[in-house]
T-cell receptor, first 115, second 116 residues
């Protein structure tokens, strides 16, 4: 299985600022995803970040608010821009493992609180 | 439309009881994958199982078992002889493979509380 780390593990930020979350994988993976989990809610896909192509955003998420970088096969960043309290969530990256997408592993998450 | 339905929001059982968590899914794809994840209070998502649409064989792993029935579009999860450490939120998820680029559609989760 892939081992995934995220930095920071948690942060408390002020309204209007931005935070960049890092996702590091111990193996090369093509497909990577970013999810958001709002308090007490399920996980919602933000975007797909495949290496070699622009990130693809889901409905309700835009690049200006959540810019993503995927410079290589083991690393990605998600930035939460111009934060508001509604952005308080756990942000998780995940990777697809196996040739048929039949394993998906998640990072430990970044718990963000916006004041 | 909700592709994964976990109708049970919260379940509370006493230790050693058996408990089944329901999951009903919806897809038009013939090739898809179903997953169960556990999210304990610490917050990390723990992968439990994945099933592909061509494999309806039920699976048992220790106290955990999964019942996949395509006829009813269900993928239910049973914990036998529950323990306090099983207390967590459990998510069922669907991946439609190439259609979705392997991204996961999650159900709303079932919060399981096991009391001593």
């Amino acid at each position: 299985s892939a081992v995934i780390s995220q930095k920071p593990s948690r942060d408390i930020c002020q309204r209007g600022t931005s935070l960049t979350i890092q996702c590091q994988v111990d193996s090369q993976v093509t497909m990577m995803f970013w999810y958001r989990q709002q308090p007490g809610q399920s996980l919602t896909l933000i975007a797909t970040a495949n290496q070699g192509s622009e990130a693809t955003y889901e409905s309700g998420f835009v690049i200006d608010k959540f810019p993503i970088s995927r410079p290589n096969l083991t690393f990605s960043t998600l930035t939460v821009s111009n934060m508001s309290p509604e952005d308080s969530s756990i942000y998780l990256c995940s990777v697809v493992w196996g040739s048929h997408g039949n394993e998906q592993f998640f990072g430990p998450g970044t718990r963000l609180t916006v004041l | 439309a909700q592709k994964v339905t976990q109708a049970q929001t919260e379940i509370s059982v006493v230790e050693k009881e058996d408990v089944t968590l329901d999951c009903v899914y919806e897809t038009r794809d013939t090739t898809y994958y179903l997953f169960w994840y556990k999210q304990p209070p610490s917050g990390e998502l723990v992968f439990l199982i994945r099933r592909n649409s061509f494999d309806e064989q039920n699976e048992i792993s220790g106290r955990y078992s999964w019942n996949f029935q395509k006829s009813t579009s269900s993928f239910n999860f049973t914990i036998t002889a529950s323990q306090v450490v099983d207390s967590a939120v459990y998510f069922c998820a669907l991946s439609e493979g190439r259609v979705s680029g392997y991204a996961l559609n999650f159900g709303k989760g079932t919060s399981l509380l096991v009391t001593p």
